[in-house]
């Protein structure tokens, strides 16, 4: 099965038009057509619906696309691997990340890389507002949650719980909350991105979701000032446990509530397209896989 069929067959569910698609991948509509109908006489499976109007997958279209994209990454993941056994990590790559967890954890471990790999440099953009891969400049993000654009190459890199903590100087004054509701009575550091607050809070146990409105006297978009704030007894926050791990660990914050559970979240490792996946892509992806389950791994 020819490749470049398979990533047509991508682009155009991705476009909803064989005609953009083409002109994406230096086609003619001619040459496209053929080839998605190629493709589909391959599989023996019509893939689209076509009409004057629109495109659509049909119900096998959807199936087999899950499958094809995989194929497609893992194709570029293999290429990438060769270029690495081949030679040396070099260039530079154009990094964004959230704040908290890049200043306190990623900084540091990729400054081990670079010791290793000298000719390898590496320009950061750290903040939690979603940069844009195009006009901020951007090779690869590292981000809480799976990415919604499905034409992005994404690696998993770990999945975190989100955890209720305070510091025990907090606590000794305020109390600690027994029950979800009693963070009503509390004062709740909000993290904000954009026009978004994060006033929500969200906690299962045997079954049960409680969904808890949450107030305070401090909002922040910056979610490293929201663990200062915690650290410093300003209240109680909702944090992701590989952000204050070392803090708990050491006893400086405390986990409240401990018999509920968030929902957890993916910290992914995101693309925005299969060329951007090189072997300086790869070796961090390892990287973080690796230095992120020791971290959450601390007792």
């Known amino acids: 099965m020819n490749t470049a069929d ?21 086609l003619t509509p001619a040459t496209a057509s053929a080839a998605l109908k190629r493709l589909e006489k391959q599989l023996d499976t019509q893939l689209f619906i076509r009409s004057t109007r629109q495109l659509r997958l049909t119900p096998e279209g959807e199936h087999f696309l899950m499958f094809c994209r995989q194929a497609l990454a893992a194709l570029e993941e293999g290429k990438a691997s060769l270029h690495a056994i081949k030679g040396k990590i070099s260039g530079e790559l154009r990094l964004s ?60 890199i770990a999945t975190i719980n989100r955890v209720i903590i305070a510091s025990s ?13 009693d963070l009503k009575q509390h004062n709740c550091l909000i993290f904000r991105l954009g026009n978004r607050a994060f006033n929500t809070w969200d906690l299962y146990r045997d079954g049960e979701h409680h969904r ?22 300003r209240g109680i926050a909702f944090k992701s446990e590989l952000d204050v791990k070392r803090e ?26 299969r060329k951007q996946v090189t072997p300086a892509v790869l070796l961090l992806r390892d990287f973080l896989r690796e230095k992120v389950s020791e971290e959450l791994t601390l007792n």
């Open 248 to 273: 708990l660990k050491s006893g400086k914050l405390i986990r409240l509530l401990p018999g509920y559970q968030s929902k957890p979240v993916g910290l992914w490792l995101v693309c925005p397209n």
């Open 97 to 156: 990340m959230p704040s908290d967890l890049g200043r306190n954890l990623v900084v540091p471990w990729i400054d081990k890389v670079m010791l290793k790999h000298p000719e390898l440099s590496i320009k950061l953009n750290i903040g939690d507002s979603l940069s844009d891969f195009y006009l901020d400049r951007v090779d690869v993000a590292l981000r809480y949650g799976e990415p919604e654009d499905s034409s992005m190459i994404a690696f998993q």
């Open 212 to 233: 808890i409105p949450v107030t305070g006297d401090r909002k922040c978009d910056d979610a490293e000032i929201v663990r200062r704030w915690a650290c410093a007894g």
């Open 169 to 181: 100087e907090y606590i000794a004054k305020e109390g600690k909350p027994e029950q979800p509701e």
């Open 6 to 26: 398979l990533e047509l067959f991508a682009r155009i569910a991705d476009c909803n038009s064989i005609t953009a698609s083409a002109e994406q991948l230096g």
